[in-house]
């Protein structure tokens, strides 16, 4: 960092000086400038592109869907950490590497098209916010039937015989 520094400090063409810095030296720089800055003391909502057409309920409407994202979410973080782990193994086949793929990747794609600004806002039509739900709800089942059975396997590696794992400890939405 520090050749690159000074390097830019050397050959820009421009008033300004790189350096290292603190948050109290850089409030300090701007305090003493004596600088005016603006306030907006009205609210930007309810928000309007066009008259009469208000975009109200933002952070009130479709709450679940709000949810249902923060949910995928955590299950997303947990699951993408066995994911991990199992892929890296060396006993692992091709055909599990796609299944894990597979349900991660489907994961992925709806809980990115779920935080669409149309989604997660409220603001779609309600057939397709049902649509939403419908293929987060989906993906979800099948990224925690692949997290139920990696969990089957990491318990019973760290325990052995000890247990006996039957079924899947979660089963979905």
Request: glycine residues 4%; hydrophobic residues 35%.
């Amino acid at each position: 960092m520090d050749k690159l520094i000074k390097y830019f400090n050397e050959h820009n063409t421009a008033n300004i000086t790189l350096m290292y810095s603190t948050p109290g030296a850089y409030i300090d720089s701007l305090n003493k400038q004596n600088l005016t800055w603006p306030v907006k003391y009205d609210d930007m909502f309810p928000y309007s592109d066009n008259p009469q057409d208000y975009w109200s309920g933002y952070f009130t409407s479709r709450q679940a869907a709000k949810k249902q994202v923060r949910d995928g979410q955590a299950n997303l973080h947990a699951s993408n950490y066995l994911f991990a782990k199992r892929v890296i193994q060396e006993d692992i086949k091709q055909a599990e590497i796609e299944k894990i793929e597979k349900a991660k990747f489907a994961m992925l794609d709806w809980m990115g098209v779920y935080q669409h600004h149309d989604a997660v806002a409220g603001t779609a039509k309600q057939h397709v916010a049902d649509n939403y739900v419908t293929k987060l709800s989906t993906s979800m089942y099948e990224n925690n039937e692949m997290y139920s059975y990696l969990l089957d396997l990491q318990i019973y590696k760290d325990l052995g015989e000890k247990v006996k794992v039957q079924g899947t400890f979660f089963n979905g939405i």
